[in-house]
């Protein structure tokens, strides 16, 4: 941690891992970023974890991790092994002894155990998360798939980059973070022979274009809702409460689940308000559990127009400027 981080002022015992098998690893990696994955700042982040020790909350190292989050987290970890590489901008401020300490301290020291050699990846001055995700992979030529853990905040060059068209990102939603519908996600990209695996050892200059996968328009349409509800001041609770579904049921709707019926998209689209038409475009099967194919051809309008409509976003939060043009299904 800081290096003060050992102060015998702290009183909370080093959880122990228990665990002596240090080699039983998958063969996939996971990019680890905390803020808006696991740590919500709700009620703490590092904000508060950085400050003096006689400054810091007596429960910071029990209430510092959204437990939602870390409940997934460790259901990733426990099933796949994967070495972990983190990518927070914490590493600004710690060195693996602390994160360790860290994660000892706060229930994830199997976090500990499956830190990679090359632990981290940390951003240069004026690098985008994507450049650093990028140079870790071309020096540390891992040999199996892997997944990246990130917000839509500071995951920059993330959104629509060739890591999100090989389906192995997960950018999660700002003071929401790592849910239950994201596992199956994370399943598919630590999968053997998956889209990551294959693309792992060659990865393609970044901006060099092409089409976005289906999985990336509908996370584009999905946080287009998202933000539509925003401007009505509508929340996922009074939406699933007049659909009569569950509240993670919208909140993966605006994550652009694909496991989530193309009949609930409409539903919640239709609940803002929003008719969604034009031509059509060939989706994935797992979008015909319900609804029937004209539901679907309504579904494929909206993301045919999603890659011909431009759209500006109005989020002046500093956002990477590549990710600052989305097409707006509505206009």
């Avoid at 890591?163 to 939603?173: M, S, Y």
């Avoid at 309504?298 to 956002?319: C, F, I, M, N, W």
Wanted: aromatic content about 8%; some cysteine.
């Amino acid at each position: 941690m800081t290096q003060d981080s050992r102060s015998p002022d702290e009183e909370r015992p080093l959880e122990q891992s228990g665990n002596s098998r240090s080699n039983d690893f998958g063969p996939g990696v996971l990019f680890l970023d905390f803020d808006d994955v696991f740590c919500l700042n709700k009620p703490y982040g590092g904000y508060d974890l950085f400050q003096n020790f006689d400054e810091r909350p007596p429960d910071l190292y029990d209430r510092l991790w959204h437990q939602p989050a870390v409940a997934v987290l460790l259901a990733i970890l426990q099933e796949h092994k994967p070495r972990v590489v983190l990518t927070t901008s914490w590493l600004r401020m710690m060195e693996r002894d602390g994160f360790e300490d860290l994660f000892r301290r706060t229930g994830l020291s199997e976090v500990c155990r499956l830190l990679h050699d090359a632990w981290c990846a940390p951003a240069k001055p004026g690098e985008r998360r994507l450049d650093a995700i990028e140079s870790w992979l071309k020096f540390n030529k891992p040999e199996g798939p892997f997944v990246v853990l990130d917000d839509e905040h500071s995951g920059t060059g993330l959104e629509g980059s060739w890591l999100d068209e090989a389906g192995c990102l997960v950018l999660c939603v700002p003071g929401i973070g790592l849910q239950p519908f994201h596992l199956e996600h994370v399943r598919r990209a630590l999968r053997p022979g998956s889209g990551a695996d294959k693309d792992i050892k060659a990865p393609p200059i970044a901006g060099s274009g092409g089409n976005s996968s289906h999985e990336v328009q509908a996370a584009r349409l999905g946080r287009w809702l998202r933000e539509q509800a925003e401007r009505q001041s509508r929340t996922t609770c009074e939406i699933s409460s007049s659909l009569g579904v569950s509240e993670a049921s919208v909140l993966a709707v605006f994550s652009g689940d694909l496991n989530q019926s193309t009949g609930l998209l409409i539903a919640v689209a239709n609940e803002l308000g929003i008719q969604i038409t034009l031509a059509p475009l060939q989706l994935p099967e797992s979008w015909l559990y319900s609804g029937g194919p004209k539901v679907v051809t309504r579904v494929e309008a909206a993301l045919q127009r999603l890659r011909d409509t431009p759209y500006k976003r109005e989020d002046s939060s500093g956002a990477d400027s590549d990710s600052e043009w989305w097409p707006d299904p509505s206009e």
